[in-house]
């Protein structure tokens, strides 16, 4: 595609409930990110994709937290059992390769936990 | 791990002035220093970037300036326009041997240009 494609752009769910969040990448981008955006926080890295493996999750908060990539391109990140304190943007980014620091992010996944 | 302080917070000028942010960091490793833009409802969009092994990168406008000894680099923008105005973020890669996109970043500076 053109560029990093995120769905939904925006989500409100209450507390307790799963929520899935979806990154489409730049077509050929073989690594993909997620960042998750908060006032308080500001900018932070959540987990890290080459292909479908994640070599580094390190930043992923919570085992509330997951994320899985399928067939090389899209992913999924999954949040169980939200906290008010999980709304954020949640931001989808790739690059051309493992080597490659470049990144294009998407336009974000605003989340709110009521 | 690595830490990124960025100043200041909020920036104000008038269009045709340079805008000058500043960013230092603690992780010595750390050998990849980009600067992101962020426009309101928008991603952050990479505008200039600089390695370890120079000092300084210009493209049109916007000019970077790294400090290996002080641990500490700038971004310069000069003739600012209107569409200058955003939410600027400086990063540093978490070295440690990796060289992949996992990125510190600094809190960030709202640009203001006014006309």
Do not use: M
Not at chain 2, 19 to 30: G, H, Q
Not at chain 2, 49 to 63: F, L, P, W, Y
Not at chain 2, 83 to 94: I, L, P, Q, R
């Amino acid at each position: 595609g053109a560029g990093v494609s995120q769905s939904p752009s925006n989500k409100v769910t209450e507390k307790g409930k799963d929520v899935e969040l979806r990154c489409d990448p730049i077509s050929g981008h073989t690594a993909l990110y997620w960042y998750r955006q908060s006032l308080g926080q500001g900018l932070e890295f959540l987990i890290y994709f080459q292909g479908n493996s994640a070599p580094d999750k390190s930043g992923l908060p919570s085992d509330r937290f997951s994320a899985e990539r399928t067939g090389g391109s899209v992913s999924t990140l999954t949040i169980q059992r939200t906290q008010q304190e999980d709304s954020a943007v949640y931001l989808c980014a790739s690059s051309w390769g493992p080597t490659n620091e470049k990144l294009f992010f998407g336009s974000g996944t605003q989340l709110s936990v009521l | 791990g690595e830490n990124v302080e960025q100043h200041p917070s909020t920036l104000s000028v008038q269009e045709g002035d340079s805008a000058v942010i500043k960013c230092t960091y603690s992780d010595s490793a750390s050998n990849y220093f980009p600067w992101y833009k962020q426009e309101l409802g928008k991603g952050p969009q990479l505008i200039i970037d600089i390695r370890s092994n120079v000092g300084e990168k210009k493209d049109q406008r916007i000019a970077v300036t790294l400090n290996k000894t002080a641990k500490h680099f700038s971004l310069h923008i000069t003739e600012t326009q209107p569409e200058d105005s955003a939410v600027y973020f400086c990063a540093a890669n978490n070295a440690g041997g990796t060289s992949y996109g996992k990125l510190t970043f600094g809190q960030g500076t709202i640009l203001t240009v006014h006309p």
